[in-house]
C-alpha cells in the first residue's frame, strides 16, 4: 500500500506537474479560521482523490477567461497542473 499524505487541499505540494483536475461543483466562500478571513473554495477531483481548491486571482482569471465568469459553467470542466518556478498555474483544456 502507498499511503496518501497529500491532504485534502490542492496546492503545489499536494501535485504534481501534467495532473489533471475536474471541477466537481460550484465554488462556495468559507471562512478559513486559520488566516482569519473569507476564501473562495471550489470542490475538485485529482485522480480518484476529492480536493478543495482556493485559486489564487490568476487562476480564477485563467478559469474566467476559458469557461466563463459564472462558476457553474465549470462543473465538469478539466484543467491541467503545471509547476512553474515553484509555483501551481493552471492551463483550461478545453473540450
Known amino acids: ?15 504534481e506537474d501534467g495532473d489533471i483536475i475536474e471541477v466537481l461543483a460550484e465554488g462556495k466562500i ?3 479560521d486559520v488566516l482569519k478571513k473569507d476564501m ?3 470542490q475538485v477531483k485529482r485522480g480518484d ?7 489564487t486571482n490568476k487562476q480564477g482569471k485563467t478559469m474566467q ?3 466563463g465568469k459564472d462558476d457553474k ?3 465538469g470542466k478539466r484543467v491541467t497542473i503545471m509547476h512553474i518556478e515553484g509555483k501551481m498555474v493552471v492551463r483550461s483544456m478545453k473540450i
Request: a negative charge; charged letters at 20%.
Open 1 to 15: 500500500m502507498i499511503p496518501d499524505f497529500t491532504g485534502d487541499f490542492l496546492s503545489f505540494n499536494s501535485t
Open 30 to 32: 468559507e471562512f478559513n
Open 40 to 42: 473562495y473554495n471550489i
Open 49 to 55: 482523490k476529492v480536493m478543495i481548491w482556493s485559486p
Open 65 to 67: 477567461d476559458a469557461f
Open 73 to 75: 459553467d465549470w462543473v
